[in-house]
């Protein structure tokens, strides 16, 4: 089985606890984030689906965003990654 063919194989656990596959994720060109595309992002690159570098380039994100991303899913869960709540968290 070849390295891609493995991948679209592998299967992480989205934000919703169901498997979240590559085509699971969020369009490349994606422009509105909200808190569970976000979230699906994380749970990629944690489960394997994507590394950090591959989702950066992917989505057009520096590591700076994304690990803000990952901060606030620890610390606050889902609803931390909401537009509305980021200057409460910050």
């Known amino acids: ?29 994606t422009r509105r984030w909200v808190a569970r595309r976000k979230a699906e992002v994380v749970a990629a690159v944690r489960g394997g689906l994507l590394s950090l570098e591959e989702a950066c380039r992917r989505y057009n994100l520096s590591a700076e965003e994304y690990q803000s991303w990952e901060r606030l899913i620890d610390q606050h869960g889902l609803v931390g990654l909401r537009v509305t709540k980021l200057q409460e968290f910050r």
Not at 1 to 29: C, F, H, W, Y
């Open 1 to 29: 089985m070849s390295d891609q063919e493995t991948l679209e194989k592998a299967v992480a656990i989205g934000p919703n606890g169901r498997p979240l596959r590559l085509e699971d994720l969020p369009a490349p060109d």
